[in-house]
């Protein structure tokens, strides 16, 4: 695994983690001889459902809207971009913005957005952006609680893909890290970020000495956490960990993934993804069978039976009822910090020492 101990956080410096999710960011102000669970934790609107509230407010003043920012994930912001097209109304997007929408700008423009660099004088500006350090400073600093030179931030990169399903670059590039890291956890974080990764590398232009990785990856990290949950991987486990817009399956014994797939969270029920678990368990589970559903896909290694069955993130209770409910340090919504908090542990202070 490394030389860290497995799954304990123990850092000797301040750290603030942020998991940008599609319904929420999630911020873990990390304080090294304090008790974890009486750290600063705060649960608020992810980036997307903020900058999809701006355009709305925008929409229903019939003023035009100026993107300009960062590449961000996209969900609730592009949904309300094409309500606020379908209403007659502007898109104006500087370049970096754009790409927000789709990686491919014929694809943007062809959307009704006109991308330049210079706002209208009628339109309404809309920051774009998944690290909303500015904000976060202000919301702490209004209880005196400073921010941490040192960021750790996670959120779902699909690579860069102009011309082809972002679900397929996204599943290719997790199926090459997994073989080239001999399928352990940790091949599927990369510190910093693969080039191709460009919400992630988006970050890293506004926290050049931050840890940026992937959400799905660093939830189930963190839900290893809880004590339970590391006992079962032992002698093998299934880790589910289901967000608000992607559910990530894994199975794992030890730190050696076996197996694994992603799909849609608003596309299962609790019957579709026992069926999934299944078939990963038992090997037969292919890439073909998630994406054709509008999943991303599956790639498994071997097979491995196991009747431990661990769910984390927001819709574990809707989709997984029934199996262990993963509480890291007693809260589930942070399982994805406590992940980026073990990380830095794992690549920073393995780097420093």
Known sequence: MSNARPYV???????????VGRGTQDILVYEPGRVIENSIKLVLPSPTVIVAERIREATAAGRPVFLEGFLMGGGANTGALREHLSRGLPVYAAPDAAATIHDNMERVRALGVEIRTVPPPDAVTVHTTDYMEQEL??????FGVGYPENVAVAVQDHGYSPHRSNRIQRFELMRERLNAGGWEI???????PLPDMTRM????????????TDTGPVALIGALCDPVVRRLARTGVTLVNAGNGHTLCFTLKGSEIHGLFEHHTGALNPEKLHHYIRRLADGTLTTEEVFDDGGHGAAVRKPLTTDAVVVTGPNRLRLLPKAYQAAPFGD????GCFGLVYLWKVFRERREG
């Open 137 to 142: 400073r202000q919301a702490l600093a209004l």
């Open 332 to 335: 589930m919504m942070l399982s």
């Open 201 to 212: 590398q988006a970050v890293r232009r506004q926290a050049p000495e931050a840890l940026v």
């Open 9 to 19: 956080i123990e850092l000797n410096t301040p750290l603030v983690a942020i998991d």
């Open 186 to 192: 940790l091949s599927l974080v990369s510190d910093p």
